[in-house]
């Protein structure tokens, strides 16, 4: 083989390749626009997993090259995946990406990003209007470890509460929103913020049972989370003043609506899976 088809080989297997993204350089204060862009897009997105497209579609009418790097990262800032625990698993509802682990992942693993685009999320919580969007740039931080956690994670569960309660229908997102915002609460010892959240799940799983019996899997997740015993701070477990409230666990409207949803979810693994809770609840209220 000549020097020069050596050449040409080499030139065709790397036109084969895909092209490397260029990568993002974080401006501060450039994010106004961007932040303006993503406002819009949770505002317009009829579902969470549409806000990506729908970035690129803003970006698009604005002008904004398709391969520009600033709204590539804030599409893949949404494209991270809000995931429920799945029945027989501790309840919960973690932030992560779509697919894949490690350098697999889409979009990349959080605490892998570069610390570009970790300022750029930085600029962008700070500057994001929409509550849906205020909770994922929030919550992407707290899960970098950007900053103060028990801020991060307490503006993300005010936003997600707010996000919950503007949905129009108790949806998939009402109840991601609230079941990520209830581990974050407690993950943070937020005991405030946590019964703050069980009241928006009592909410919104009595809204859902009164839909019908076609969304179990927007419920079952929610009374899941409601059959775990609150956290109470160690400072309040120490002393045992006369309570003038009853806890939250002893509230009868969960006893209501795991009554209602046992007779409301009648499929036979449906059943086994209420049953479940409602030994859990009657364990933790005897501990309790």
Not at 54 to 60: C, D, E, N, S, Y
Not at 244 to 258: H, N
Request: glycine share 6%; hydrophobic share 40%; with cysteine.
């Amino acid at each position: 083989m000549t020097d020069e088809s050596r050449e040409a080989e080499s030139g065709s297997e790397a036109s084969d390749e895909a092209p490397v993204p260029t990568p993002y350089v974080h401006v501060s204060g450039s994010v106004q626009a961007l932040a303006q862009v993503i406002d819009q897009a949770y505002a317009s997105a009829a579902r969470r997993w549409e806000v990506g497209s729908v970035i690129h579609a803003i970006a698009k009418d604005a002008g904004c090259d398709a391969g520009d790097p600033a709204v590539r990262e804030v599409a893949y800032g949404a494209a991270y995946d809000l995931r429920l625990a799945i029945a027989g698993q501790p309840a919960g509802c973690t932030l992560g990406p779509q697919s894949g682990r490690g350098e697999f992942a889409f979009p990349p693993e959080i605490s892998d990003v570069p610390e570009d685009v970790v300022a750029l999320w930085r600029d962008l919580a700070a500057s994001v209007e929409e509550p849906a969007a205020i909770a994922r740039f929030q919550d992407l931080l707290f899960e970098r470890r950007d900053g103060n956690g028990r801020e991060r994670a307490s503006a993300a569960i005010d936003a997600y509460i707010d996000l919950a309660s503007s949905r129009t229908e108790v949806d998939l997102d009402t109840t991601q929103a609230l079941t990520r915002a209830w581990q974050l609460a407690r993950s943070v010892g937020e005991s405030f913020r946590e019964t703050r959240v069980r009241e928006a799940m009592i909410d919104a799983a009595t809204a859902g049972l009164a839909a019908g019996s076609t969304r179990p899997g927007c419920v079952l997740p929610l009374l899941n989370a409601l059959t775990v015993e609150p956290k109470i701070p160690k400072s309040k477990k120490k002393s045992a003043p006369a309570p003038t409230i009853s806890p939250p666990l002893d509230d009868p409207r969960i006893d209501e609506l795991l009554e209602q949803t046992w007779t409301s979810y009648s499929i036979g693994y449906l059943a086994s899976e209420i049953a479940g809770y409602m030994r859990s609840r009657a364990l933790s209220v005897s501990l309790g």
